[in-house]
Each structure stands twice: as structure tokens, then as C-alpha cells.
């Protein structure tokens, strides 16, 4: 019992030390760590978002690609005939397909 008043006299000396500023630590300690909404889940929750952001664009430039290949397709067939004579081993008539390997 002593040591506990020896510490709280302590504590009473320093003039920055009472009970608004242990709760505003205890409270700022549950914020950033502990809280369902904590600083560190939000940070966390921020990343993810940017990381999100990265792959909305990486996909919307995907997009924007495979519709200018598909607009060359629909309207030039001589570029839809390299396109199926190279993906599907397509041929004209009268030809012949040779498959070289590597």
C-alpha cells in the first residue's frame, strides 16, 4: 500500500500528470490500436483501396486495347483472316498449314 502512495504522490508532483491526461492517452491508445475503426485498420482499408485503384486501370486499359483490336477485326478482313489463321490454325482454300514447333 505504500508503494501505491508513494506513486500517486509522485504522479500528484508533476503538474502534467492527472487524470485528463492518462484518460486522453488510454483514449488515444484505444483508438489507434484496438478500435473497430483504428488507425491502423483505416490505413490498412486505404491501401487496399489504392492497390484497387492500380487494378481498375490496369483493367480499363485491358478494355481499351481489346476494343481497338476487336474495331481492326470487324473492320478489316485482312486483319481478321492473320487473326484466325494465327490463334485458330485457320486456312484459305487451296492451302496448306504447316505447325512448326519450338
Same mark, same amino acid.
Given at each position: 500500500?505504500?508503494? %501505491?502512495?508513494?506513486?500517486?504522490?509522485? %504522479?500528484? $508532483?508533476?503538474?502534467? *500528470?492527472?487524470?485528463?491526461? #492518462?484518460?486522453?492517452? *488510454? &483514449?488515444?491508445? *484505444?483508438?489507434?490500436? &484496438?478500435?473497430?475503426?483504428?488507425?491502423?485498420?483505416?490505413?490498412?482499408?486505404?491501401?487496399?483501396? $489504392?492497390? %484497387?485503384?492500380?487494378?481498375?486501370?490496369?483493367?480499363?486499359?485491358?478494355?481499351?486495347?481489346? $476494343?481497338? &483490336? %476487336?474495331?481492326? *477485326? $470487324?473492320?478489316?478482313?485482312?486483319?481478321?483472316?492473320?487473326?484466325?489463321?494465327?490463334?485458330?490454325?485457320?486456312?484459305?482454300?487451296?492451302?496448306?498449314?504447316? #505447325?512448326?514447333?519450338?
Amino acid at each position: 500500500m505504500n508503494k %501505491l502512495k508513494l506513486l500517486y504522490i509522485k %504522479l500528484k $508532483q508533476n503538474k502534467w *500528470i492527472n487524470k485528463y491526461t #492518462i484518460t486522453l492517452v *488510454i &483514449f488515444a491508445i *484505444i483508438i489507434i490500436f &484496438f478500435d473497430s475503426n483504428s488507425l491502423i485498420d483505416r490505413y490498412k482499408a486505404y491501401r487496399e483501396k $489504392q492497390e %484497387l485503384k492500380k487494378e481498375i486501370e490496369n483493367y480499363e486499359e485491358k478494355i481499351r486495347k481489346d $476494343q481497338e &483490336f %476487336l474495331d481492326a *477485326i $470487324q473492320s478489316d478482313t485482312e486483319a481478321l483472316e492473320k487473326f484466325a489463321r494465327e490463334e485458330y490454325k485457320m486456312k484459305g482454300e487451296n492451302e496448306d498449314v504447316y #505447325i512448326i514447333k519450338e
